[in-house]
């Protein structure tokens, strides 16, 4: 684990092979499945993000394609076992060096993304997400399934987490502008690790990363959770305060 934490702190990210246990990992994908079935809210549908590649309105065709289902936490015990899971709650707590807290917004959620109208993400931070005290939050990314570019596997610059950035660097919407030359430059270093069944991506909110889109047949799923040390308080007022928050201890 310290070698896994000492390459998060250097690259910004870090795969751990088989991180979720095979038992489990059957039991996730059947909950999974039966979730984006049952279409339970609240659902953030691609067509309201307006992403690369996204049905332009709900009514349009594939105008109903989920994107995330949220609240992971609460729509199913494997889910909650998984983001409270003792081997997550160790990590996280090296990592911080202090209790941790997991958030219950945004990315807390089971990530589809769907052939044809599942969209692409540009590069970003984040903590364009995100309200606290201190930029230093990490989300650990589970692949319910294999993750790989032809899928829309997730793509990163390895160190960006450290690289500081003037705002003009973003857009309104705080994308990376890959329209940039600076910013070009940069993105010539990227790298889009292959993910098996069960393995784990943990990376920091300031890590710079884009997602494919989906060229395969079938759906991909994958489980966000974002963690936060006890001294890095969510701000008040923000999204990032709006719903208690999980205690890890
Ligand atoms: O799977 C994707 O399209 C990207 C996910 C991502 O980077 C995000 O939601 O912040």
């Known amino acids: 684990m310290k070698a896994q934490i000492e390459r998060l702190r250097d690259k910004g990210y870090v795969i751990v092979p088989r991180f979720v246990p095979e038992g489990a990992l059957t039991k996730l994908n059947e909950a999974a499945r039966a979730q984006l079935a049952a279409r339970t809210g609240p659902l953030e549908f691609e067509a309201d993000l307006q992403y690369p590649g996204a ?5 349009a065709a594939g105008g109903e394609t989920v994107r995330r289902l949220l609240d992971a936490y609460a729509r199913d015990p494997v889910f909650a076992r998984s983001g409270t899971a003792p081997d997550l709650r160790a990590w996280m707590q090296a990592y911080f060096g202090e209790s941790v807290l997991m958030s219950r917004v945004h990315h807390n ?8 109208y599942g969209s692409l993400t ?4 984040d903590i364009r997400y995100w309200s606290f005290e201190r930029e230093d939050l990490v989300s650990v990314w589970l692949a319910l399934g294999e993750e790989k570019i032809d899928n829309g596997a997730l793509w990163f610059v390895p160190g960006s987490h450290r690289m500081v950035f003037d705002a003009d660097r973003f857009d309104e919407a705080r994308f990376f502008r890959s329209d ?5 430059e940069i993105l010539r270093t990227t790298e889009s690790p292959r993910l098996a069944p069960g393995d784990a991506v943990f990376f920091h909110c300031n890590t710079l990363h884009s997602a494919g889109k989906n060229l395969s047949d079938a759906v991909k799923f994958s489980l966000v959770y974002t963690y936060h040390g006890r001294s890095n308080a ?10 208690p928050e999980v205690e890890l201890g």
Do not use: I, V, Y
């Open 55 to 59: 049905p332009l309105s709900r009514t």
């Open 122 to 125: 540009n590069w970003h931070r």
């Open 180 to 184: 940039r030359a600076d910013n070009a």
């Open 234 to 243: 969510p701000k008040a007022g923000t999204r990032s305060s709006s719903k």
């Open 109 to 116: 959620c089971l990530m589809t993304k769907h052939p044809l």
